[in-house]
């Protein structure tokens, strides 16, 4: 005679779909379908077999056989139903089940309603419950409040924590969660500060949520007083340091997590070896993949990713095609991160025979090797690669067509230029910020000024790029007046605040006006008005306009000023303007420190020899050109001083 106990021995032995119908034909013969509790064990077992080709179906119909199914029964039954995948079947079945539900019925039901983000069905479920007085049931009321934050519906489950009598730390840790999600800091601040107890799930959750939104301080703060600490929390610590540029905090904390015994994951390594690669130092690295070995943490796809990159990043591309290559499980980020690794050390041929031999190429790959050539001056086969994409009927991303006409500006190539444009207007493209500065910059660099103006004008949104590109590619093009008063419809917009490059546009527009009392105004505008520290374009703008207009010293004064060390062109520009205006004081001196700083420079040995020659101080001139014979200095034809002190 079968009984329970014995029912839980055969079930634990069984081993083939034989023997467990052998089972249940004993379980009906034995007369246990009167038997709920009985019932319920075989249910439980057939429900979630691997030896029947249609578990769920078997169950249902064993289900139907039972003489009075109880409340566990049936939940058993939602529950399989959940976790074979097919959550949209568990209402339809909860309808059909001949037992009263218990406070694992709803549960369920509510979670499979949150799988499917239907909240309206969520709703019903609440409803339900409270009709059959569960709705102050403390585990009902947290898997309510879960259902309605995973269906983004925060002011019903706000609603569902305010009217709890009691809560514990799940009902705290879920409310805050989808606080976290949803970005809300201001609420997430304050379910944090009434919590009662902040266990190691709270403060990760903070710590998330301020690395997300750059609070590192902050995030710090929390991490740095919380009472408990887990693996989680150690990762969201190590993640929000390394989101945030600050790699070397992040090893930091991954070395302090090292002096305790915790366990090392997934996520951990990810966020530590993509600091590592941030950070580009390689024995970091190569220290953290010999800890994924032994963790045996090897095999995981994003861990190989992540390595693939960072040994990319460290300029060790042998080291990661060996890791790609000896991967047994590749995805679409293997790929890329490969491809991307090869471009970032200038293996360009490399990186388009591997393309090649991709399985499947999502955007991310063509966009990859595309900026990839851009950025390598393999403008061409940039060009190349999108003609391919187009062949195959793939629309690029918008990534992809900036990269393209970074392509085409690079060449000049006006008319292939044209041609992405009028690809874009035909295929509704957006035009964004970055979309129209890019092309801006290429009709203003091919010297299409109308076109670049035409896009200028269509564009919805006008920040600060498209003015610069416009007021740049207008002073380029000569179009002195114009590229200022483009600056000064800039200001009156409102709806761009000029930036370095604003002023490095302007600046080069009065140089090459010699407009020098503008250009006064607009270098004591940009540090007074906006608040902008002048970079060395910014000074060598400046010296170069007053030393063509002959103020020479002014123009050394500002040098001599400069709170950082100028370049060759700034004082080979006071050079210059030395020998037009016969400041030949000033040119010694200004002379002898460049041939310190450029000792190879034809141009500066050649005018400072001039300004010796012009002194009568021939012992100087012989002098001069023996060092430059010694030097093995080239004589440069066909240049201007001037000319190859800008160039330099």
């Known amino acids: 005679m079968l009984t329970v106990s014995l029912l839980d021995a055969h079930l634990a032995r069984?081993?083939?779909?034989?023997?467990?119908?052998?089972?249940?034909?004993?379980?009906?013969?034995?007369?246990?379908?009167?038997?709920?509790?009985?019932?319920?064990?075989?249910?439980?077992?057939?429900?979630?077999?691997?030896?029947?080709?249609?578990?769920?179906?078997?169950?249902?119909?064993?289900?139907?056989?039972?003489?009075?199914p109880n409340a566990f029964s049936c939940s058993t039954l939602l529950k399989a139903t959940l976790l074979a995948g097919m959550p949209h079947l568990c209402l339809?079945?909860?309808?059909?089940?001949?037992?009263?539900?218990?406070?694992?019925?709803?549960?369920?039901?509510?979670?499979?309603?949150?799988?499917?983000?239907?909240?309206?069905?969520?709703?019903?479920?609440?409803?339900?419950?409270?009709?059959?007085?569960?709705?102050?049931?403390?585990?009902?009321?947290?898997?309510?409040?879960?259902?309605?934050?995973?269906?983004?519906?925060?002011?019903?489950a706000r609603k569902v924590f305010d009217a709890g009598p009691t809560w514990d730390a799940v009902s705290w840790n879920t409310i805050l969660a989808a606080y976290v999600h949803a970005g809300d800091i201001h609420q997430a601040l304050g379910v944090f500060a009434r919590m009662p107890a902040r266990n190691a799930t709270a403060v990760?959750?903070?710590?998330?949520?301020?690395?997300?939104?750059?609070?590192?301080?902050?995030?710090?703060?929390?991490?740095?007083?919380?009472?408990?600490?887990?693996?989680?929390t150690w990762t969201a610590m190590i993640s929000c340091f390394e989101r945030n540029d600050m790699f070397a905090e992040a090893l930091h904390v991954f070395s302090c997590m090292r002096r305790e015994?915790?366990?090392?994951?997934?996520?951990?390594?990810?966020?530590?070896?993509?600091?590592?690669?941030?950070?580009?130092?390689?024995?970091?690295?190569?220290?953290?993949?010999?800890?994924?070995?032994?963790?045996?943490?090897?095999?995981?796809?994003?861990?190989?990713?992540?390595?693939?990159?960072?040994?990319?990043?460290?300029?060790?591309?042998?080291a990661a095609r060996r890791l790609f290559d000896s991967s047994e499980r590749l995805d679409m980020f293997s790929w890329n991160s490969m491809?991307?690794?090869?471009?970032?050390?200038?293996?360009?041929?490399?990186?388009?025979?591997?393309?090649?031999?991709m399985p499947h190429k999502d955007n991310v790959s063509w966009s990859t090797l595309i900026s990839g050539c851009v950025q390598n001056n393999q403008s061409s086969d940039a060009l190349s690669v999108f003609d391919n994409m187009q062949s195959q009927g793939i629309r690029p991303d918008e990534v992809t067509v900036v990269c393209v006409i970074s392509a085409c500006t690079n060449l000049s190539a006006l008319e292939k230029g044209k041609l992405v444009h009028d690809y874009i207007r035909q295929n509704k493209y957006h035009v964004t910020l970055l979309l129209g500065t890019s092309l801006i910059d290429m009709y203003m660099k091919c010297?299409?000024?109308?076109?670049?103006?035409?896009?200028?004008?269509?564009?919805?949104?006008?920040?600060?790029?498209?003015?610069?590109?416009?007021i740049v590619g207008l002073a380029m093009n000569g179009l002195v007046t114009k590229a200022l008063d483009m600056f000064s419809e800039m200001e009156a917009s409102g709806t761009a605040i000029p930036n370095e490059i604003t002023f490095t546009g302007v600046l080069s527009a009065c140089r090459h006006a010699g407009l020098v009392e503008e250009g006064r105004h607009f270098f004591k505008l940009m540090r007074h008005k906006y608040q902008i520290v002048p970079n060395i374009r910014h000074y060598g703008c400046m010296v170069d306009l007053l030393g063509r207009a002959g103020y020479v010293k002014e123009a050394e004064d500002m040098i001599e000023s400069m709170p950082l060390s100028p370049d060759v062109?700034?004082?080979?520009?006071?050079?210059?303007?030395?020998?037009?205006?016969?400041?030949?004081?000033?040119?010694?001196?200004?002379?002898?420190?460049?041939?310190?700083?450029?000792?190879?420079?034809?141009?500066?040995?050649?005018?400072?020899?001039?300004?010796?020659?012009?002194?009568?101080?021939?012992?100087?001139?012989?002098?001069?050109?023996?060092?430059?014979?010694?030097?093995?200095?080239?004589?440069?034809?066909?240049?201007?001083?001037?000319?190859?002190?800008?160039?330099s």
Not at 339 to 357: C, E, T
């Open 92 to 156: 339809p079945l909860y309808a059909s089940l001949p037992a009263s539900p218990d406070a694992y019925t709803h549960p369920i039901l509510a979670a499979a309603c949150a799988s499917r983000r239907d909240a309206a069905e969520g709703g019903q479920v609440h409803s339900h419950a409270i009709r059959h007085g569960f709705g102050d049931n403390l585990y009902v009321r947290n898997a309510l409040l879960y259902m309605y934050s995973a269906c983004g519906c925060l002011w019903d």
């Open 569 to 647: 062109p700034a004082w080979g520009a006071l050079l210059a303007a030395c020998w037009k205006h016969g400041e030949n004081e000033v040119g010694k001196r200004v002379g002898r420190k460049l041939v310190d700083m450029d000792p190879h420079h034809d141009g500066f040995h050649t005018m400072l020899s001039n300004i010796y020659a012009k002194e009568g101080m021939w012992k100087s001139v012989n002098g001069l050109r023996g060092s430059m014979k010694q030097r093995h200095v080239p004589k440069v034809s066909g240049h201007t001083v001037l000319e190859l002190s800008h160039s």
């Open 339 to 357: 491809i991307a690794g090869y471009l970032k050390n200038g293996h360009v041929k490399d990186a388009m025979s591997l393309f090649s031999a």
């Open 204 to 232: 990760s959750l903070m710590v998330s949520l301020f690395g997300k939104r750059g609070m590192v301080d902050e995030a710090w703060r929390v991490f740095d007083e919380a009472d408990c600490r887990d693996i989680f």
């Open 447 to 470: 010297g299409c000024l109308e076109a670049a103006l035409e896009v200028f004008n269509i564009m919805e949104e006008k920040g600060t790029p498209c003015w610069n590109a416009v």
């Open 261 to 318: 015994p915790w366990p090392l994951d997934e996520a951990l390594m990810v966020s530590v070896v993509a600091a590592c690669a941030q950070s580009e130092i390689i024995q970091n690295g190569e220290l953290c993949h010999g800890l994924i070995i032994r963790a045996g943490l090897c095999s995981l796809v994003n861990v190989q990713n992540v390595l693939i990159h960072m040994y990319s990043c460290c300029l060790d591309v042998v």
């Open 14 to 68: 069984c081993c083939s779909a034989r023997h467990l119908l052998q089972i249940h034909a004993q379980f009906i013969a034995s007369g246990l379908l009167a038997d709920a509790f009985a019932a319920s064990r075989l249910l439980l077992f057939t429900s979630a077999t691997r030896f029947l080709p249609l578990p769920l179906h078997h169950s249902f119909h064993l289900l139907q056989l039972v003489h009075h």
